[in-house]
């Protein structure tokens, strides 16, 4: 870092960081303990000992262009073994938050999403539009036998959700390229000037996180990562299921699985078994948070949403089918309105909400493997003195 | 002064010689009292002070000398205080003295070589064995001899056993593992309280390998290491191998300034390290020495210290605190790990022999004082200023110099408790 730099301190930037959960961030004297406790950071510029300082002096532009703090997987490591209590893993998850708010597009969500004062708006909006669609498909009835598509008809379910999810993914799309113009602009680690080509480092980057490789290695918290694979291929099983489903509707005109239609036992299988790890490895996620929150981390108002939302989901269509079973079709009418408040609300604000971080740390994860982030230095040999006469072979350490 | 006043003084430490020569020079009696067998504390096992790098022994022995010839200091060793009551004025305490089971009138160790029993060595943290009846080092005062009642009631039926205290007996020492402890009370005017500290327990820094790599030892081995009268006779060499130190590494802050282990700084590491890394270059001109550490902290004149000491370019300063310490299997090398700040690099590196610059825990902090109105703050330091008058390491970390102000002016304090102001 030889090249000249002048430090423009951004005190409210630090108050924000503060405000949004690194809260002990000032308590930091840069002993570098987090860096080492830390089993992923990389060796060269390790996260998240540069953080710390870059918070504490108020340095936004590095941080909130710094693809680290995504390299973090908050298994707390550094922050349990901070002789401090200056919790740097609170402070990564703080920026990474900040980040969302700060790429978002339109800004103004992002705003919203991450305002507790504005949770009530947050929330109702989802809310008010399932029981707009109640209201005008004749309001709450129960129609039976049972059939979703009495209750509210498939087109309407359609023509929200569909522009819910290209709303979303635009948003998310403009959001990371907006990021990822930043990081190759002003990105303050520095990198060789070799880089790996986009789409091959995205590759590259896909390999690490569909088997979860590298939060595996956040060892001594390995309940975190078996309850987010189990998220997140849960909802990958049921994010396939629900295409399934739509396609046949849609394409085939055939009946959903909710009333018997053909090929319907292996989508039960799979939307079951999807289902279940989906909830139960949020369960388990909640559950730490609540009972072990030294090691959880702090939890903030935009962890607890985004928890709330997606454990939500995936509770309320577990109920609804539940009740349908048992024979209620008011209680499964009722909660299936409750599973579409919660599925508008999660696809609404995925680039908002603590959801978008599947796609800003699967970008920073392929921006690290572009720039060759991945480095192991080796260790250095034991120093033997040689005579004075043959000098020069010495090896010369760094002061 | 209407009638002589008496000074209770705990601990035979550097605090509380000081403490018990300045009162008693002073006109008072003054009863030393210390646990150990011999006067000299932690300091008695130092190779040399900073920064000056002279040996602490000419300065205990002036110490020694004006007990000696002072009959108004009655030094009890091998004892502790069990209960201190009254106020300032008027205490009574009551003090437990061990046995030495060894009654010594030649001051020779001769009959010491045979003694079939061997015991760690405490003076040497334990880095070599001494014999159980011995004298606790060369320099020591008392100068007389000590058993190891426990180790010795082991064997007291052995043929060998008896022989050996057979042939002591020739010599004039009389070994009595029947001795008993007695309990004697009495009545002092002030108290002054200088039980010290003892090194952080490193075995406690799960990932800085003390204990679990042969060659990581703690900043007081290092002292003991460097000394002529140590387990080595001086010789800087690794505990694995008995291989002479080349690259040596300093650990700093190891379990200070960490809220999981001692949440303060001890204040004197820095310069322990810096005045250790000279032992090593004294000892071997081709060895290099790199001191790993958060900050370096040179209060006052220790400033010139550092610089004079920093000026070697086989010291070399490191900014980054190390996290993990690992041994190479086969070398038995030790391997450190950490985050070099000022470039921005994480350090793997290997050396011989690794000093973990560990801090000072007050015993007070683990053994609180048996006696009425003493406050402490968090970490188990004195904090109270009235009655039980603390002095040196009890109040708060410091180095020797600063030990002996204070212990000055903690035997000020007890003086005027004599008088009733």
Same mark, same amino acid.
């Given at each position: ?197 986009? @789409? ?44 399934? @489903? ?57 962890? /607890? ?19 349908? /079973? ?35 740390? $699967? ?37 | ?106 001051? $020779? ?199 004079? @000491? $920093? ?22 090398? @030790? ?39 003493? $406050? ?46």
């Amino acid at each position: 870092m030889a090249k000249e730099f002048v430090a423009e301190p951004d005190l409210q930037f630090t108050r924000d960081v503060i405000a949004a959960g690194g809260s002990d961030v000032k308590k930091c004297y840069q002993c570098a303990t987090c860096s080492v406790a830390c089993p992923i950071s990389p060796d060269n510029s390790p996260y998240p000992r540069k953080e710390m300082i870059w918070a504490q002096w108020g340095l936004k532009d590095r941080l909130v262009n710094d693809p680290d703090i995504w390299l973090c997987h908050h298994c707390n490591d550094c922050s349990t073994q901070c002789p401090r209590g200056a919790n740097p893993g609170d402070l990564m998850k703080a920026v990474r938050k900040m980040v969302i708010e700060e790429n978002s597009w339109p800004s103004f969500l992002g705003g919203l999403v991450g305002q507790p004062s504005l949770m009530v708006l947050t929330l109702g909006i989802p809310v008010a539009v399932v029981l707009f669609l109640v209201y005008i498909n004749g309001g709450f009835r129960a129609p039976q036998p049972l059939n979703y598509g009495e209750f509210i008809n498939y087109l309407y379910i359609q023509g929200v959700y569909t522009f819910a999810l290209v709303f979303a993914v635009v948003s998310m799309v403009l959001s990371l390229k907006k990021y990822w113009a930043n990081l190759e602009a002003n990105c303050p680690i520095n990198v060789g000037a070799v880089r790996k080509p986009f @789409v091959p480092s995205l590759i590259e980057a896909f390999k690490e996180i569909l088997p979860h490789d590298k939060f595996k290695e956040c060892e001594a918290n390995n309940i975190r990562y078996a309850s987010h694979l189990m998220v997140f291929w849960g909802m990958i099983g049921l994010f396939v299921t629900t295409a399934i @489903v739509a396609f046949n509707i849609d394409i085939l005109h055939i009946a959903p699985p909710s009333r018997g239609g053909p090929g319907t036992v292996p989508i039960k299988i799979l939307g079951n078994v999807s289902a279940i790890a989906f909830v139960l490895g949020l369960g388990i996620m909640i559950v730490r948070r609540i009972t072990q929150p030294d090691q959880a981390g702090n939890s903030s108002y935009f962890d /607890w949403l985004f928890l709330f939302v997606i454990f939500g989901t995936g509770a309320t269509g577990l109920l609804t089918e539940l009740v349908r /079973w048992a024979g209620s079709a008011p209680g499964a009418y009722f909660l299936y309105a409750v599973h579409l408040m919660f599925v508008l609300a999660l696809l609404l604000y995925l680039p908002f909400s603590k959801f978008a971080h599947i796609g800003y740390r $699967t970008l920073a994860i392929a921006w690290g493997k572009s720039a060759g982030r991945d480095v192991t230095l080796p260790v250095v040999p034991n120093y033997a003195p040689v005579p004075a006469q043959e000098g020069g072979a010495e090896e010369t350490p760094q002061a | 002064m209407a009638g002589q006043k008496t000074v209770l003084v705990v601990g035979g430490g550097i605090s509380g010689i000081t403490a018990a020569v300045e009162a008693a020079e002073a006109g008072c009696k003054v009863i030393l009292v210390e646990r150990l067998p011999y006067l000299g504390g932690r300091v008695a096992q130092l190779n040399k002070y900073f920064p000056k790098l002279c040996p602490p022994t000419c300065g205990l022995e002036i110490n020694f000398r004006r007990i000696r010839r002072n009959p108004d200091i009655t030094v009890y060793t091998l004892a502790e205080v069990e209960r201190i009551a009254g106020k300032p004025g008027a205490y009574t305490a009551s003090i437990k003295i061990s046995p030495r089971y060894v009654e010594d009138h030649t001051a $020779t160790s001769k009959c010491v070589e045979d003694c079939p029993v061997e015991i760690p060595n405490d003076f040497n943290y334990g880095m070599d064995k001494t014999k159980a009846v011995s004298l606790p080092y060369e320099m020591a005062y008392p100068m007389n001899l000590v058993a190891n009642g426990d180790a010795l009631n082991k064997v007291k039926d052995t043929p060998g056993f008896k022989s050996f205290v057979e042939s002591c007996t020739k010599k004039g020492i009389r070994i009595d593992l029947e001795a008993k402890a007695e309990t004697i009370d009495v009545e002092v005017d002030s108290v002054v309280w200088a039980t010290g500290w003892r090194p952080y327990d490193a075995t406690k820094l799960e990932k800085l390998g003390f204990g679990t790599c042969a060659n990581v030892i703690t900043n007081v081995m290092m002292e003991r290491l460097a000394a002529a009268n140590g387990p080595t006779r001086g010789e800087i060499v690794r505990p694995s191998d008995g291989k002479k130190v080349n690259n040596l590494a300093f650990v700093q802050c190891a379990g200070s300034r960490d809220r999981n282990h001692l949440p303060y700084c001890s204040s004197i590491c820095c310069l322990a390290s810096l005045k250790q890394a000279t032992y090593l270059r004294d000892y071997n001109p081709e060895a290099q020495a790199q001191i790993f550490y958060i900050d370096l902290r040179a209060h006052g004149r220790f400033e010139f210290f550092f610089d004079r @000491v $920093t000026k070697d370019d086989k010291i070399i300063l490191t900014k980054g605190k190390i996290v993990n310490v690992t041994e190479d299997p086969v070398t038995k090398d @030790v391997i450190l790990e950490g985050e070099d700040i000022l470039s921005g690099q994480k350090i793997r590196r290997t050396f011989d022999m690794a000093v973990l610059a560990t801090g000072m825990q007050p015993n007070t902090s683990v053994e609180k004082i048996p006696g009425p109105g003493v $406050t402490y703050d968090d970490f188990g330091f004195v904090v109270s200023a009235t009655g039980i008058h603390g002095a040196g390491v009890t109040k708060r970390p410091m180095d020797v110099g600063t030990c002996l102000q204070d212990a000055t002016g903690a035997a000020l304090k007890a003086l005027q408790d004599t008088v009733g102001r």
